[in-house]
């Protein structure tokens, strides 16, 4: 069984930095993907950012490009989502995500942050981190 934990999240002012952590653990593949969702008071949940464990290749939705940096360290099984510039739309639950193969990893990450609702295919969902943006 997947498990995922989430860490890392705080209130911050606006123009400050947080770094969210994502814990998984019980992948029976080398092919994954890890998403980073996040969800406000009154809105649908929304794909940041995908992590694609194929050939590492990461995605952004466009509001957060260029300001959050998602990335894995193997030797710990966590993937980190670091959040720069934040903004008080920021504001919001976030949630990590994990889904393992044999899957379309790079057509799933795609979807993360294209697709709305959000895709189906993730099964293994850790407990939400709130991160509070104030101006």
């Known amino acids: 069984e997947v498990q995922v934990v989430e860490s890392g999240g705080g209130s911050v002012q606006a123009g400050g930095s947080l770094r969210l952590s994502c814990a998984v653990s019980?992948?029976?593949?080398?092919?994954?993907?890890i998403g980073w969702f996040r969800q406000a008071p009154g809105k649908e949940r929304e794909g940041v950012s995908c992590?694609?464990?194929?050939?590492?290749?990461?995605y952004y939705t466009d509001s957060v490009e260029g300001r959050f940096t998602i990335s894995s360290d193997n030797t710990k099984n966590t993937v980190y989502l670091q959040m720069n510039s934040l903004k008080p739309d920021d504001t919001a639950v976030y949630y990590c995500?994990?889904?393992?193969?044999?899957?379309?990893?790079?057509?799933?990450?795609?979807?993360?942050?294209?697709?709305?609702?959000?895709?189906?295919?993730?099964?293994?969902w850790g407990q939400g981190t709130q991160v509070t943006v104030f101006s």
């Open positions: 019980g992948f029976t593949s080398d092919d994954y993907a």
């Open positions: 992590f694609d464990s194929s050939d590492g290749s990461t």
């Open positions: 995500a994990a889904d393992s193969g044999p899957i379309d990893s790079a057509g799933l990450c795609l979807a993360v942050v294209t697709s709305r609702p959000i895709p189906s295919d993730f099964h293994s």
